[in-house]
């Protein structure tokens, strides 16, 4: 079964970067669509970003002009890289990755935004 390994995630002060990573292994199959959701607590888990195998990219409107999500089609990485982080973006960041293999999903990374 693929395995997908995030890092990056941690603790920033508002206004501040963050860059989450994501690889996928394990199984080999053509992944279609890879991307981001994102849980903060008391509410429910939401699409941040997702990109598919021909670069095509869609971000949920609370990020737009503040993330943008790369995949490495070849190393089957995808990339999340996070400006202007405001205490509404802390949530845990769920890494995903759909295909011919099926739907996956990581275990997730703590990206808390706080001064």
């Known amino acids: 079964q693929v395995q997908l390994v995030e890092s990056g995630g941690g603790l920033v002060q508002p206004g501040g970067s963050l860059r989450l990573s994501c690889a996928a292994s394990?199984?080999?199959?053509?992944?279609?669509?890879m991307g981001w959701s994102r849980q903060a607590p008391g509410k429910q888990r939401e699409l941040v970003a997702r990109?598919?195998?021909?670069?095509?990219?869609n971000l949920a409107d609370s990020v737009k002009g503040r993330f943008t999500i790369s995949r490495n089609n070849a190393k089957d990485t995808v990339h999340l890289q996070m400006n202007s982080l405001t205490p509404e973006d802390t949530a845990v960041y769920y890494c995903?990755?759909?295909?011919?293999?099926?739907?996956?999903w990581g275990q997730g990374t703590q990206v808390t935004v706080s001064s």
């Open positions: 394990g199984s080999i199959f053509q992944i279609y669509t």
């Open positions: 995903n990755a759909y295909g011919t293999g099926g739907d996956y």
């Open positions: 990109i598919d195998s021909g670069g095509s990219t």
